[in-house]
């Protein structure tokens, strides 16, 4: 492992942490294990007691979960069926009563307060501790609920078990009781009653004060995750105890979705009869379930019905006395959301798919929402494009222009359908959640299950469009092995009952930023969130607990890097052993609230220090709770950036918490979609050490080199603002020679009736003698897909977005999962990505995956939308985003999306037209194409110069303007990253950063687009040039890029290029004998 000392964050005694403690997890100052909580010692003691009354270990789950019990933190239970909450909230009670604290356990039923009451006596006799447990249900004896009412009274009690309608019918009984544990095992029966929530919140020692709830928590609340959506009141859970509550509709599922053919009732018998038993039927209404459960039932089917009033066949099913449940699709019903049975459900009929209708009529009420939607839907009619910038204004007219189109049926979209005016709309959610009744999440794993769909051919095939948006694949009937899926949906089953082992455990996942760590989190369902706030009150971190399918996983952010190189300890913050051994010492990065500064240090923002100073966010809290979080779950993943400084953001969370942990694993994935990152859990790896090296050697040599050379600069100047760095002082060099260049002049003349340019000439009414010498017709194969460098230069020359704002807006994208990685420099395209081009192009589809294989991809969009179809699937709420997403994001997307799909498309033939122009002694020759005819060429007109009639041949006399131009213009931004492209400097990650830093230090300006040097980035070049050449010369850089390549491949010990690197910055810039104060370090 790579070597370094992490400066204050040793986790035991608050001092410098080394890789040797890591790898012993002791801390050398106290000999303490590094990891050690003030609860270890009541957590181990809780192991021990759990043991003895369940009669084995708790799982991993539970060992989560005693955690934050014992801790002290409120928060919902994220777990599928079967992992043993109720029996953790009986042992935890009992625990508890132990020391001498009083516990609530509130269950939905009289049966499961029976069932609690008996679990607590057992384990009372396993472990010989005596409890007071008072208990009460709607059938008790009235002698009992005397003697139960006195105990409550008097408090003569250490554990209560009730129903939650106890508590609602009840609580003038409860009042003024604190607990210091609540476990809720069913939270939709508390949370029906909006006030049970003040209840609970009473109930831990909070109390209402003028309104206001004052006090602090008393004691822990744990709560299930819900079903339904917990009312308004359940944010005073985020407000007072820092969680939310989330849902336990877990969308995780392991389902074969079948189109079955037409929906007929000989399809419907066939589908059940190949299935045999076990099957849930969803209707389009009631009316049609009960015709079709008469021809089921007078087929030989054993069926039965369930509704909102008619649940009794509900039990015979359960039993296994019925074959069949049918029922209507409603996504709020009975069968689609309120049935729980992994063991007996093994697949799902939709007797037609299930689809929102929007008619004529319900125009005229229609919300500005819908109206949208539905504008994007019927976007072929010009008309509508005037006003849909305002619906709110134009309503009216947009109504108007609807109804016409309602009859038309001029429809844009083929994932709806538009019949007798009617629009119908799928509705996959309803789909999703009926047909996951076959799949559920329990503590065996996910069960397999198959949902077969019965629907015209029209209608189906909008429904399976629409299904593709949520990463739904159907097969065919005749694709399907019925044999082979029977099998494994009745083994998965099987594994599920004799499962001994833990196929579900808890993990951290950590990724960057909270917009990605918010956007994965949704994939899994609406997750329960926690807030973890620092000692000024402020949010320090956010943490989302949701349900994977292996794992219940926390979903944290890291914020980017947690660490940077010190500016205080050896040379520039890398510590120079006698035998030639480097080593890093990192501190915590510091982030100013005020100005956005980062820094690693003590005291006041440097930036800010004249003026007080802003509030600082201080990464070491943020390490603290994921160390926290790292101990509950045991298991870190790692789901950082797809390049070598998310590698080392990896790296450095892998030293920083791994004493924490049982292990610390790396998930790579270049798109932020469901698909990838479920990939991405499946195939864990380790950090890659050597990558990491190479981008420890990249960091210190920016440090050593730009902070001697600043040195230098301080002194010569006496300008303390003054900075230099390896990368952005060539790239300095050349935009102050370019600028040195267009100081030349050149005249040309503009004939804009010609669209004809020619330099040289002075006439302003010159004769043209024109002649055609050539025309040739060829076929041009489309460019690749973006890499960064191209991607910058387009957005840059075609949408006027600076480099920086581009890779701002691009990183937006690819964290609310719209694009892949937009850091490469490759052009290979997936076998995913070639799947998503065939999708959108159909018949103009031409595969090309652009490189051999390699791990990084070019930059695409995620799914087959164009940029209309994406704002119309995010109004529809199909496609969910994490941020908002604006004209600039859309235009962006727009750019990426057209490339792409271009790259996939066949040649277009161009047809091109070649000129002599002759005038007043001047010759010019005029290439200019004429004519394009491709697919290509239409999504992606850039990939040729524009379009331009013939000109006409003979002599010709014309008006011309007459310009005097820069022989050699001013560069572009898009003209300077072309440039580090070509010349080796920089990589895709550091392309904006090396602009953006120029104008930072006021070393160069932009004017008319074009970018000029200042007179302090004039002087501050020269000088460096002229003193120091070698260390900011572009082939400098090529050597640094090779060694890195070797570094990463194993040819070249970073530890030999830190020494070659440091002796020669020791030798020519800043000799040996120079001591270098911390004080007289730049501040970047």
Not at 640 to 663: M, N, S, Y
Not at 682 to 705: G, T, Y
Not at 750 to 755: G, H, K, N
């Amino acid at each position: 492992m790579s070597d370094a000392v992490f400066a204050g964050l040793c986790p035991s005694c608050g001092g410098d942490l080394t890789l040797a403690e890591v790898e012993s997890s002791t801390c050398k100052s106290t000999g303490r294990r590094l990891c050690s909580f003030s609860i270890d010692d009541d957590f181990n003691r809780f192991l021990e007691f759990f043991e003895r009354a369940v009669g084995a270990s708790p799982r991993a789950l539970q060992r989560l979960w005693a955690r934050r019990v014992l801790r002290g933190e409120s928060f919902a239970a994220v777990a599928p069926t079967g992992t043993g909450k109720t029996a953790f909230g009986a042992v935890m009670a009992l625990f508890l009563a132990e020391r001498g604290l009083k516990s609530y356990i509130i269950v939905p039923t009289t049966l499961l307060v029976r069932q609690v009451t008996e679990s607590i006596n057992l384990f009372m006799e396993r472990t010989g501790v005596r409890a007071s447990v008072k208990w009460y249900h709607s059938g008790v004896r009235e002698d009992e609920k005397e003697s139960f009412f006195k105990s409550l009274s008097e408090g003569d009690f250490q554990i209560l078990v009730t129903t939650s309608q106890f508590l609602s019918s009840h609580f003038g009984k409860l009042r003024g009781k604190v607990f210091s544990f609540l476990f809720i095992d069913d939270v939709d029966s508390v949370l029906k009653a909006s006030r049970n929530v003040e209840r609970l919140l009473m109930l831990l020692g909070f109390e209402v004060v003028n309104n206001n709830w004052e006090g602090k928590a008393a004691g822990v609340l744990m709560v299930s995750t819900a079903t339904a959506k917990p009312g308004g009141k359940a944010a005073l859970f985020k407000k007072l105890l820092n969680f939310e509550v989330g849902s336990s509709n877990f969308e995780v599922r392991n389902i074969e979705d079948i189109y079955f053919g037409k929906k007929t009732l000989e399809n419907l018998f066939n589908a059940v009869k190949l299935m045999g038993g076990g099957g849930i039927v969803y209707c389009s209404s009631s009316e049609e379930a009960m015709q079709v459960l008469e021809f089921l039932n007078s087929n030989g089917v054993r069926a039965g019905f369930v509704g909102a009033r008619s649940k009794k066949d509900f039990d015979a099913f359960c039993r296994g006395e019925l074959d069949v449940l049918v029922g209507a699709a409603y996504y709020y019903g009975v069968l689609v959301r309120g049935l729980n049975l992994p063991e007996r459900v093994r697949y799902t009929v939709f007797y037609g798919a299930p689809f929102f209708r929007v008619k004529l009529a319900d125009l005229d009420s229609a919300s500005t929402k819908l109206l949208r939607v539905l504008a994007g839907i019927f976007r072929e009619d010009e008309r509508l494009k005037q006003y849909v910038s305002n619906v709110e204004k134009y309503a009216d007219e947009i109504r108007a222009i609807l109804k016409e189109n309602f009859s038309t049926m001029r429809v844009s979209a083929d994932d709806v359908v538009v019949k007798q005016n009617e629009v119908f709309l799928p509705d996959l959610r309803t789909y999703i959640q009926g047909s996951g009744r076959a799949s559920r999440l329990h503590a065996g794993g996910i069960t397999k299950g198959a949902s077969m769909l019965l629907e015209d051919e029209e209608f189906a095939s909008a429904f399976i469009k629409r299904a593709s948006y949520y990463d739904l694949e159907f097969k065919g009937r005749g694709e399907v092995d019925f044999e082979k899926i029977r099998e494994e949906i009745d083994r998965s089953r099987r594994g599920a009952e004799a499962e001994g082992g833990e196929p579900v455990k808890p993990a951290l996942f950590i990724v960057e930023s909270p917009t990605k760590a918010r956007q994965i989190a949704r994939f899994f369902g609406q997750p329960s969130v926690r807030v973890f706030r620092g000692n000024d009150g402020d949010v320090a971190l956010v943490a989302y607990d949701v349900a994977t399918g292996n794992y219940v996983m926390t979903v944290a952010a890291s914020l980017g890097h947690v660490v940077d190189l010190v500016r205080d300890r050896g040379f520039f913050g890398v510590l120079v052993e006698e035998n030639q051994k480097y080593v890093p010492v990192y501190g915590a990065i510091r982030r100013c609230r005020r100005c956005g500064y980062q820094f690693v240090g003590d005291g006041a923002c440097p930036k800010c220090r004249e003026e007080g100073g802003g509030a600082l966010v201080d990464s070491k809290y943020r390490i603290e709770v994921l160390r926290r979080l790292a101990k509950d779950a045991e298991l870190v993943i790692v789901g950082t950036d797809p390049d070598a400084e998310g590698e080392k953001i990896a790296w450095d969370l892998k030293v920083l918490l791994r004493p924490c942990a049982k292990d610390v694993k790396r998930a790579e994935f270049h798109e932020v979609t469901k698909r990838a990152v479920v990939q991405a859990l499946r195939q864990l790896r380790d950090v890659d050490e050597r990558l990491v090296e190479a981008q420890i050697v990249r960091r210190v040599e920016d440090r050593w080199n730009g902070f001697s050379l600043s040195r230098k600069l301080w002194d010569h100047f006496r300008d303390y603002s003054l900075s230099a760095g390896r990368v952005q002082s060539p790239v300095l060099g050349w935009i102050i020679r370019r600028a040195e260049e267009g100081k030349e002049r050149k005249i040309v003349a503009v004939i804009d009736e010609l669209s004809l340019t020619i330099e040289g000439l002075t006439s302003r009414e010159p004769t043209l003698e024109i002649s055609l010498l050539e025309r040739r017709s060829e076929k041009q194969t489309p460019p690749p897909p973006y890499t960064t460098n191209a991607l910058l230069r387009d957005a840059n020359s075609i949408l006027k977005l600076s480099v920086d704002k581009t890779m701002q807006l691009a990183q937006d994208l690819f964290e609310n999962g719209l694009i892949t990685y937009h850091r490469t420099d490759s052009t290979r395209v997936s076998e995913r990505g070639l799947a998503v081009a065939k999708e959108y192009l159909k018949e103009d589809f031409t595969p090309r995956t652009w490189e051999v294989e390699g791990a990084h991809e070019a930059i695409r969009p995620t799914r087959p939308l164009d940029r209309a179809n994406l704002v119309r699937l995010i109004e529809e709420g199909v496609i969910a985003l994490s941020a908002e997403v604006t004209p600039s994001h859309l235009s962006l997307y727009d750019l990426v999306f057209r490339r792409f799909m271009a790259s996939q498309c066949p040649p277009v033939n161009v047809v091109r037209e070649v000129y002599r122009v002759r005038a007043d002694g001047v010759e010019a020759v005029e290439v200019r194409v004429v004519k394009v005819e491709g697919r290509a060429h239409q999504l992606y007109k850039y990939m040729l110069p524009p379009v331009k009639p013939p000109l006409p041949q003979g002599t010709r006399r014309v008006k011309a303007r007459i310009l005097r131009l820069p022989k050699e213009p001013p560069y572009t931004q898009s003209d300077v990253v072309e440039l580090m492209k070509e010349r080796g400097i920089g990589r895709p990650s550091t392309y904006a950063t090396i602009i953006q830093k120029l104008f930072l230090r006021g070393y160069v300006e932009e004017s008319r687009g074009r970018l000029k040097p200042t007179e302090k980035g004039i002087r501050v070049y020269s000088y460096l040039n002229q003193h120091y050449g070698r260390f900011i010369s572009e082939e400098r850089t090529r050597q640094l890029e090779e060694k890195m390549d070797m570094i990463e491949k194993g040819l070249l010990s970073y530890q030999e290029a830190l020494n070659e690197i440091y002796h020669e910055v020791r030798s020519r810039i800043l000799p040996l004998e120079e001591h270098v104060p911390a004080e007289a370090t730049p501040e970047w």
